[in-house]
C-alpha cells in the first residue's frame, strides 16, 4: 500500500470540497462571507468607504471607527461579525494596554484576499442598482403573476 505525504492528504482533501453536497464546510464560509456586514467590514478594513479615495491601503481600525464607517449596523452585530472573521483567520484583534484598553482590527492575508473580491462585489452592486431597480420595478408592476 503506498503512503502519502501530508501535502498529498490536504491536496486530496481540498478536492473533495464541494458546497453544492449539503455537509460540505465550505458551506459555512460561503454562508459567513455572503453575509452584508462581513463585505462591509472586509471593505472598510480594506480601506474602501466614505471619506477615503480609490486605492487607498488597508489599515487597522478600532471597533469605534468601523461603526462610524459602517452606517447601520448595531454593536452587536459588529463585535459578532467581528468575532467571526476573527475565528476564520480573515481578521486580526490587537489590544493595546492603554487607559482605555485601545483595540484594533485588521485584515490578515487570507483577508486580503477575500477583500478584493467583496470590493469588486460591492462595487458592482453600486455600479448596477439603477439596472436592478429598473428591473425590478418591471417585475412588480408586470402584467399578471410572474409566477405563472
Do not use: N
Not at 452584508?36 to 491601503?57: I, N
Not at 485588521?106 to 448596477?128: F, N, P, Y
Not at 436592478?132 to 405563472?148: C, E, I, M, N, Q
Request: glycine share 10%; charged share 25%.
Amino acid at each position: 500500500m503506498p503512503t502519502t505525504t501530508a501535502s498529498q492528504r490536504r491536496a486530496a482533501a481540498k478536492a473533495e470540497y464541494d458546497a453544492f453536497f449539503a455537509q460540505c464546510p465550505s458551506r459555512q464560509l460561503l454562508e459567513r462571507i455572503s453575509d452584508k456586514w462581513v463585505a462591509l467590514v472586509l471593505a472598510a478594513l480594506g480601506g474602501d468607504g466614505p471619506g477615503t479615495t480609490p486605492g487607498d491601503e488597508p489599515q487597522p481600525m478600532r471597533f469605534s471607527e468601523l461603526q462610524r464607517r459602517i452606517s447601520g449596523v448595531s454593536q452587536k452585530m459588529l463585535t459578532q461579525t467581528l468575532r467571526a472573521l476573527e475565528r476564520d483567520g480573515m481578521v486580526t484583534r490587537t489590544v493595546t494596554p492603554t487607559v482605555p484598553v485601545t483595540v484594533s482590527y485588521e485584515l490578515t492575508d487570507l483577508g486580503r484576499s477575500l477583500q478584493g473580491l467583496m470590493k469588486g462585489i460591492k462595487a458592482w452592486a453600486e455600479g448596477h442598482m439603477e439596472e436592478v431597480l429598473t428591473h425590478r420595478g418591471g417585475y412588480d408592476h408586470g402584467p399578471g403573476d410572474a409566477a405563472d
